[in-house]
């Protein structure tokens, strides 16, 4: 079964750090891109950026350019999202979400259940 | 960048057609990809490149695009079908996706 599963929620302090993964199954992980999205509470989709497993090329909204960053172990088909220095306007669920190729023809077609993060003092 | 514009919510009966409408400046250029949300549940895609229908959605989803609008229609709603439906389309001067703000559907 093709799958991408996050791990699990996490309460935060402002200010930490937090490294969230996206572990693929079922599927070669160097054939698709992995994008990351947030979800702020009640609000819509919001794309993050995009990372090809093969090269580890990432490419980032300006909205989160310098405040997350993306990365991948192809050893052990997983993606990550990283933040060094958390804020309590980072307190939403993220999804990964894998797309063949960047562009117009190709929809996120197979998305992980979501990592919600809480950041609070 | 491109900016996509939905109704916020549509009601429908049961039994009845729901129409989900995206506009974008001449968005009938683009391929336009539609995504559903249930409550607690990650976005699943029901229809991609403006009218195909992924393996496992049902018939009563279908989808069109024309002009500055493309549109999601779910016929002979069911229960099961309120949730949250996002269009999505690849912004070719950024190289980003951008999604519209999504549409509750709500059956009465």
């Known amino acids: 079964e093709v799958q991408l599963v996050q791990s699990g929620a996490e309460v935060k302090t402002p200010g930490e750090s937090l490294r969230i993964s996206c572990k693929a199954s079922g599927y070669s992980f160097f054939t698709y891109w992995i994008n990351w999205v947030r979800q702020m509470p009640g609000k819509g989709l919001e794309w993050m950026g995009r990372?090809?497993?093969?090269?580890?090329?990432?490419i980032y909204s300006p909205s989160f350019q310098g405040h997350v960053s993306i990365s991948a172990d192809k050893s052990i088909n997983t993606a990550y999202l990283q933040w060094s220095g958390l804020r309590a306007s980072d307190s939403a669920m993220y999804y990964c979400?894998?797309?063949?190729?960047?562009?117009?023809?190709?929809?996120?077609?197979?998305w992980g259940q979501g990592s919600m993060v809480t950041v609070s003092s | 960048s491109y900016v996509l514009t939905q109704p916020p919510s549509v009601s429908v009966a049961p039994e009845q057609t729901a129409r989900i409408t995206c506009v974008g400046n001449n968005i009938r250029s683009k391929n336009v990809h539609w995504y559903q949300q249930k409550p607690g549940q990650a976005p699943v895609v029901v229809v991609s490149?403006?009218?195909v229908r992924p393996s496992g959605i049902p018939e009563r989803f279908s989808g069109s695009n024309s002009g500055n609008t493309a549109t999601l229609t779910i016929t002979r709603v069911e229960a099961g079908d309120e949730a949250d439906y996002y269009c999505?389309?690849?912004?070719?001067?950024?190289?980003?996706?951008?999604f519209g703000p999504g549409t509750k559907v709500i059956v009465l």
């Open positions: 999505q389309v690849w912004d070719n001067i950024s190289d980003h996706p951008v």
């Open positions: 490149d403006d009218s």
């Open positions: 990372i090809d497993p093969s090269d580890s090329y990432t």
């Open positions: 979400a894998r797309q063949l190729e960047p562009g117009d023809h190709d929809a996120f077609d197979i």
